[in-house]
């Protein structure tokens, strides 16, 4: 799991371990944007190992197989996902209508096997959107000609719908959010945490970003970046930012406790439950734009 790697490598970087001998890291499990990739990386170099690829993979376990990336250098970008033509059959799809979208566009990945055994799913809609589309050009990386999957992947169920006041929603797309927070500078560890306000079913949705800072960057300075990134992608401001530090923030995530981090925790559902933790500062309130 990309997350949980990245908490390993910190937590020996605070341990000042030395691990020289590291070449490659393969991801699968969770998405694994630019920003996280970076951030691997440097702390790799703190470890002693340069020039670590950090490759991704992808996979669902209906498909029994994954596909993988090319090692790229930091500046060339991600490969694409390789795929196999010949165990199965990937096509996209519009997700609204099911309809096979032109080569190149974007659309949900649809899978049928061609060599499967036991139970076997055909065109299986994995509700994955690649944005990128597909392609069967050469990989400029390593020139095969078999058909890329290219990224960035999400998933439909990541777009959610937030009532922020008692009158109509508003759709806030979690998977750019994930990403624009992962490349964030300053920051260790976070968790979009979603409430009903006063605990009541009928009231306004809230959402409050818990972080915690990574070295020492000025809490105030580091509370205006992230009002500005989120609003830029989700046109709204949370409602308070918690700060933590790096262990307490793990304990929300559920590191070494889940299966995946829980980077969304969605409490609306669970009413009358008290909030993760509590801040080491002030909350800074901002309404939703």
Known sequence: MPTFVYHVLRQAVEENRHWTSLKRIVLGGEKTPQGLRAKLRELCAQLGSLGVYVISIYAFTEAKMAWTECPTLPHEGASGFHLY?????????????????????????????????????????????AEGGLTWDACPHCGRRCPRLLGPISRASEVR?????KIKGTL??????????????????????????HDDPLECDEVYLHVAPDGNINEDTLKDLLIRRFHEVTEMTPNAILFHTVPELRNLLGVGRLLKEEKVADRRQGLGQPGHGQSQSQPQTATPG
């Open 85 to 129: 033509p010949d165990l199965g059959f990937i096509e996209l799809v519009d997700p609204k209508t099911g309809v096979p979208v032109p080569p190149g566009a974007p659309g949900e990945i649809v899978f049928t096997p061609l060599d499967a055994r036991g139970t076997v799913a055909m065109r299986y809609r994995t509700g994955d959107m």
């Open 161 to 165: 719908t937030l009532r922020l006041d």
């Open 172 to 197: 806030v797309d979690f998977n750019m959010l994930e990403h624009l927070l992962d490349d964030q500078r300053g920051l260790a560890a976070w968790q979009i945490e979603l409430r009903k306000r």
